[in-house]
């Protein structure tokens, strides 16, 4: 059974911030690039949430480095990863 993904109000506002930022201060395709690498962070963490480890920094979410700048922290259950925040 396919997970859905749901993100959190807090991660979306942080990610369009994220995706703003990326392209007014470096360029569109910076920016596409970095969707990229989200994209298939998800697909990974979709098909084995439990690949990545759990955050030091936040107790019960496990923590995805998208970019060396860039991470996500989710949670998961049988049907559904939860993406929490970026930092």
């Known amino acids: 059974m396919p997970?859905?993904?749901?993100?959190?109000?807090?991660?979306s506002v942080?990610?369009?911030r994220l995706l703003t930022y990326l392209e007014e201060e470096w360029s569109e395709k910076v920016r596409n690039q970095f969707i990229e690498k989200l994209n298939r962070a998800i697909r990974i963490i979709k098909k084995n949430p439990d690949s990545f480890e759990g955050s030091k920094l936040f107790k019960g979410l496990n923590r995805c480095v998208v970019t060396k700048q860039t991470s996500l922290f989710y949670k998961f259950d049988k049907g559904n990863i939860y993406i929490i925040s970026f930092f």
């Open 3 to 11: 997970r859905k993904v749901i993100i959190s109000k807090r991660a």
């Open 14 to 16: 942080k990610l369009d």
